[in-house]
Nanobody, 125 residues
Framework: QVQLVESGGGSVQAGDSLRLSCSAS????????MGWFRQAPGKEREFVAG????????LYADSVKGRFTISRDNAKNTVYLQMNSLTPEDTAVYYC??????????????????WGQGTQVTVSS
C-alpha cells in the first residue's frame, strides 16, 4: 500500500511559477512509475506528466511541454512538478499518481493504482 500526499498548490498570477511536491509512504518507492494529472471544473482528469522509476524516461502532455518539469528524489520518496509560465488554463486540482512496476511511463488514468487527494492550483490573469 502506498499513500501519496501532494503539497505546494496555491493561487498565483499568470506567468508565475509553482512547484508541487508529492510525498509517498511505503516501501519500494524506487520501483514505482509516477504521474501527475489534473482536473479542471467540468472536465475530465487528464495526464500532465509522468516519469518511470529511474527518472530516465519522462512524458509530458503537449499543453505543458516546455513549461512543466517532473522530477523525483528517490532518497526522499518524493516526486515534484515544477510549473513555469503558468496560464489561467492551468487552473485545476493536481493529483499525484503511482503504479508499481514502473519501467514504462504511461498516460492512462487506469494504469495508475494509487492516488493522492489533490492540491488546488489557481492561476489568475
Amino acid at each position: 500500500q502506498v499513500q501519496l500526499v501532494e503539497s505546494g498548490g496555491g493561487s498565483v498570477q499568470a506567468g508565475d511559477s509553482l512547484r508541487l511536491s508529492c510525498s509517498a509512504s511505503g516501501r519500494a518507492f524506487t520501483t514505482y512509475r509516477m504521474g501527475w494529472f489534473r482536473q479542471a471544473p467540468g472536465k475530465e482528469r487528464e495526464f500532465v506528466a509522468g516519469q518511470n522509476w529511474s527518472g530516465g524516461s519522462t512524458l509530458y502532455a503537449d499543453s505543458v511541454k516546455g513549461r512543466f518539469t517532473i522530477s523525483r528524489d528517490n532518497a526522499k520518496n518524493t516526486v515534484y512538478l515544477q510549473m513555469n509560465s503558468l496560464t489561467p488554463e492551468d487552473t485545476a486540482v493536481y493529483y499525484c499518481a503511482a503504479k508499481s512496476g514502473g519501467l514504462v511511463v504511461t498516460t492512462a488514468r487506469s494504469s495508475y493504482t494509487y492516488w493522492g487527494q489533490g492540491t488546488q492550483v489557481t492561476v489568475s490573469s
